[in-house]
């Protein structure tokens, strides 16, 4: 799909904590809470799976029945109230047995007051951020630094009392449609208007993507499917940056980019249109011919930037091994150029350097610990 989900049912998910309709955890180890909640959502589901989807759901059961012998048995006991019931008690009461639950905002406050160090981790990127993405090519979560609030139950206080570390590969992927002024090559279906072969590139711009994704392993965890990729995006990064209040950045596969004569990076964009948005967009963005150094708010407008590339000379293969033993100054000089250039323009500094695949080939500038 254009969104680049994973097919696993994630954004539904979404749609029901949104709508008040989902099942939380806390509810499955009561079971009358259980049951008051799924003769509520069930019925819904199925007018859903029956009237839009055209799924053929079966008759609802009165009792528990055992396992489907047949598809249809399976598709009918997803939307069956008393299957259901019967299946989630018995994961409610294993999680009461086995005491796997706490309340994670006071759990986790009680180890900070104790004097615990406490990382949060996030995945994703700011730009599919639902609210400070590129809507609606986004995700359904917050993957920025105020994603760990909501996330956790800590005040955002907390959060922004600590080091917020951006991760940032030394060129940009993505999976999924959307505006992207520095791609190189395309995706088919995820690239607006390309319809070529990533896998046989015939350009120059192609030839390179097809080369990054090789050396960079640049698939899709889950789904397998190529990402598409391009050059460092600063105006980007740069929103990224004051969405969620860099402290640091890890810049990783530096190694990937190694062997290059050269390596560029969107420096600022240029409008390239000649129509003008309309009269409430016009303070959303730059105007045509504008050299603008950060995103525009409307993702129309963005999809109009052309980049300005900045060239810097490419530094040589190295051992990751060593470079991560001997320290920051083995990096290539050239290498070294380009990550300054990163923290003058973000003005935020390197914490840690990507140099390999391994966890161990990574050069450590600052720990926030």
């Known amino acids: 799909d254009e969104v680049g989900t994973t097919g696993r049912g994630i954004g539904p998910t979404y749609e029901d904590k949104a709508g008040r309709r989902g099942l939380r955890i806390g509810d499955l180890t009561d079971p009358e809470v259980l049951r008051e909640r799924l003769e509520y959502v069930v019925p819904i589901k199925r007018t859903l799976a029956e009237d839009v989807f055209g799924v053929e759901v079966g008759e609802e059961r009165e009792t528990a029945s055992p396992s489907p012998n047949d598809e249809a048995d399976e598709v009918g006991l997803a939307f069956d109230v008393e299957a259901l019931y019967e299946e989630y008690r018995e994961y409610g009461e294993r999680l009461v047995r086995e005491d796997m639950l706490v309340d994670a905002g006071d759990f986790l406050a009680r180890r900070i007051d104790d004097g615990a160090n406490v990382m949060f981790e996030g995945a994703q ?3 599919i951020d639902i609210d400070h993405g590129n809507y609606p090519y986004v995700t359904s979560s917050n993957p920025t630094a105020g994603g760990a609030a909501t996330g956790t139950g800590l005040a955002p206080s907390v959060v922004g009392d600590g080091d917020v570390i951006g991760i940032v590969k030394a060129y940009l992927t993505r999976v999924g449609s959307g505006p992207m002024p520095t ?11 390309y319809d070529g072969d990533p896998e046989n590139p015939e350009t120059e711009s192609e030839e390179l993507a097809a080369w990054i994704r090789e050396e960079g392993d640049e698939y ?12 460092l995006d600063i105006p980007m990064l740069r929103h990224a940056a004051r969405a969620s209040g860099f402290t640091g950045l890890a810049v990783n596969h530096v190694d990937t980019l190694a062997g290059l004569d050269e390596v560029k990076v969107g420096h600022s964009y240029t409008l390239d249109t000649d129509e003008r948005s309309s009269s409430s967009n016009r303070d959303a963005g730059p105007d045509d011919g504008e050299e603008t150094f950060t995103m525009p708010a409307v993702t129309g407008r963005w999809a109009e930037c052309e980049p300005n590339l900045r060239t810097f000379e490419g530094w040589p293969e190295f051992d990751g091994s060593e470079v991560a033993e001997a320290g920051y100054e083995a990096l290539p000089e050239n290498a070294r150029v380009y990550l300054e250039y990163l923290e003058n323009e973000l003005d935020t500094p390197v914490y840690a350097v990507g140099v390999g695949p391994a966890r161990t ?9």
């Not at 791609?183 to 208007?193: F, N, R, S």
């Not at 899709?220 to 190529?226: C, I, M, Q, S």
């Open 125 to 127: 990127g700011t730009i």
């Open 183 to 193: 791609e190189l090559g395309g995706v088919p279906g995820d690239t607006p208007g």
């Open 361 to 369: 080939e990574t050069v450590v500038r600052h720990s926030p610990f």
């Open 220 to 231: 899709g965890t889950v789904t397998g499917r190529p990402r598409r990729v391009g050059w």
